[in-house]
């Protein structure tokens, strides 16, 4: 999967499983982790990644692409039970 979301001050891009953030420096982490840190509200992610993980997790949900770790969470999403 390959997306990138565009923002007046920064550039994120998700490639295979891993989320790249350029805002002066370059960010990382695992899609794994970003997922995370959206559902649980918790983990070890520099602020500016946390601050797009709702708008990553948008992306790879309207993309389809889940690479297998959110098809239970989308099944919950949806209201079926897992």
């Known amino acids: 999967m390959g ?11 998700i490639s295979g499983k891993r989320v790249y953030l350029f805002k002066k420096k370059l960010y990382s982490a695992p899609l794994e982790e970003v997922v995370n840190y959206y559902l649980r509200g918790e983990g070890l992610l520099a602020p500016p990644l946390k601050a797009v993980a709702a708008d990553v997790v948008r992306a790879v949900m309207d993309s389809g692409d889940f690479g297998g770790f959110l098809d239970g969470w989308r099944r919950v999403d949806q209201g079926i039970s897992t």
């Open 3 to 13: 997306v990138k979301l565009g923002y007046r001050d920064r550039v994120v891009e």
